[in-house]
Structures are given as C-alpha cells and as structure tokens.
C-alpha cells in the first residue's frame, strides 16, 4: 500500500514539474515574440510613412 502512494507521489512531482517547465517555455518564448517584434524597425518605420 505505501509503495503504491509513493508512486503516486513521485508521479504528481513529475507531472507538476513537467508542467511548471512548460509554462517557463511557454512564457519565454511569448517575451521573445515581444521583444523581436519591438525591433522590427520596417513596422515603425511604416507607421511613419502612413502619417505623411
């Protein structure tokens, strides 16, 4: 019985690292977006020209 809840155990630590790392992924490849779309010069430099 308590090899079963220590399976259990290590089973809910896997999976709630497993899930902490995709959500790190996740959010770091999203600030990544963010930040190359900041450097995009060509999309200001479309805003400009629109306003002449």
Known sequence: ???????????????ASAAIL????????HRRKRLLRRMDHRQCWEVMRRRH
């Open 1 to 15: 019985m308590s090899a079963a809840w220590m399976g259990m155990v290590v089973g809910l630590f896997v999976l």
């Open 22 to 29: 995709v959500i790190a992924h996740y959010r770091r490849e």
